[in-house]
């Protein structure tokens, strides 16, 4: 089983960036999945979650309109663009397979990408 965020980087206040995740070990479009982040001295919060199929949808409330989560189960690739980001954007994000939805891991935690928005 493997989980393998990049994608990330240092961009300023407004700017875009577009996350991808490539899972492996498991067959990936029996999986809702997940983007979760951690901002240094917090906890690992759920930002967007995307169902199996990619008909649903969840979005944190402090990325609604500015986050859009997107999935291609061909790829086995769950992916997130961010737009308009903000200084509190900056964290590890990474993504997840969802036990629960929206909001709980199964537990597996592959490498993150970091994302630092300057101000």
């Known amino acids: 089983v493997q989980l393998q965020a990049s994608g990330g980087g240092l961009v300023q206040t407004g700017d875009y960036l577009r996350l991808s995740c490539a899972a492996s070990g498991r067959t990936f479009s029996n999986y809702d999945m997940g983007w979760f982040r951690q901002a240094p001295g917090k906890e690992r919060l759920l930002v967007a979650a995307i169902s199996r199929r990619g008909l649903r949808t969840y979005y944190a409330d402090s990325v609604k309109g500015r986050f859009t989560i997107s999935r291609d189960n061909a790829k086995n690739t769950v992916y997130l663009q961010m737009n308009s980001l903000k200084f509190e954007d900056t964290a590890v994000y990474y993504c997840?397979?969802?036990?629960?939805?929206?909001?709980?891991?199964?537990?597996?935690w592959g490498q993150g990408t970091l994302v630092t928005v300057s101000s």
């Open positions: 997840a397979w969802i036990r629960t939805w929206p909001s709980e891991p199964d537990g597996y």
